[in-house]
């Protein structure tokens, strides 16, 4: 069973940074990639990065443009575990962050190609 557990979200000034985990288990090894998506109230659920997880696809990232050059995403395959690191936070990064998972690692970022969610963790920015 494939799980997905989101940590580190909060409330920060703008500016400032935080860094979201996404701890993994279940995942089987037709999961290619593991993605950042985030909704803001009112708001359809937008693609923020992705990454390959596969061996030997080191490098293999994608960054919507709001978040290029301020969001960096990475990954521990030892631990099982994606992080998004977000620095430069604005007013408008505030939304709920979820991790999901994906059978093929597409450079598109749109939600229905993630079959496995997490439940989300919440990302503040306000003075």
């Known amino acids: 069973q494939v799980q997905l557990v989101e940590s580190g979200g909060g409330l920060v000034q703008p500016g400032g940074g935080l860094r979201l985990s996404c701890a993994t288990s279940?995942?089987?090894?037709?999961?290619?990639?593991v993605g950042w998506f985030r909704q803001a109230p009112g708001k359809e659920r937008e693609g923020v990065s992705c990454?390959?997880?596969?061996?030997?696809?080191?490098?293999?990232?994608v960054y919507a443009e709001s978040v290029k050059g301020r969001f960096t995403i990475s990954r521990d395959n030892a631990n099982n575990t994606v992080y998004l690191q977000m620095n430069n936070l604005k007013p408008e990064d505030t939304a709920v962050y979820y991790c999901?998972?994906?059978?093929?690692?597409?450079?598109?970022?749109?939600?229905?190609?993630?079959?496995?969610w997490g439940q989300g963790t919440q990302v503040t920015v306000s003075s």
């Open positions: 279940g995942l089987t090894k037709d999961v290619a990639a």
């Open positions: 999901a998972a994906a059978r093929v690692f597409y450079r598109s970022l749109q939600p229905k190609h993630y079959a496995y």
């Open positions: 990454i390959s997880i596969t061996e030997g696809t080191e490098g293999m990232e």
